[in-house]
């Protein structure tokens, strides 16, 4: 093998592994999008059987709990964490 031939490979791998780190940041998150974030409001308000007091009480304890939290991502949390409880 040349001495060209090991740099021009990992150089094309460093290439490679760039393109699909970007690839995936610049795909846009499910949990992201704000109609989704409706959604997910409305299934957790079923799940509290229409009590939006309950709902608002648990994604509000999720962002205190949790700094720096979207209020989809503390939707999830409250939805998991009222799965949990349940159980």
Not at 19 to 29: D, E
């Amino acid at each position: 093998m040349s001495t060209l031939a090991v740099p021009l490979i990992a150089l094309t791998l460093v290439f490679f592994a760039l393109f699909l780190l970007y690839k995936r940041l610049a795909t846009p998150s499910t949990s992201g999008a704000g109609g989704n974030a409706k959604a997910l409001e409305q299934q957790l308000l079923q799940r509290c059987f229409g009590d939006r007091a309950m709902a608002n009480r648990l994604i509000e304890h999720e962002l205190a709990k949790r700094q720096g939290l979207s209020r989809s991502q503390a939707i999830e949390y409250a939805a998991a964490s009222l799965q949990l409880d349940k159980r």
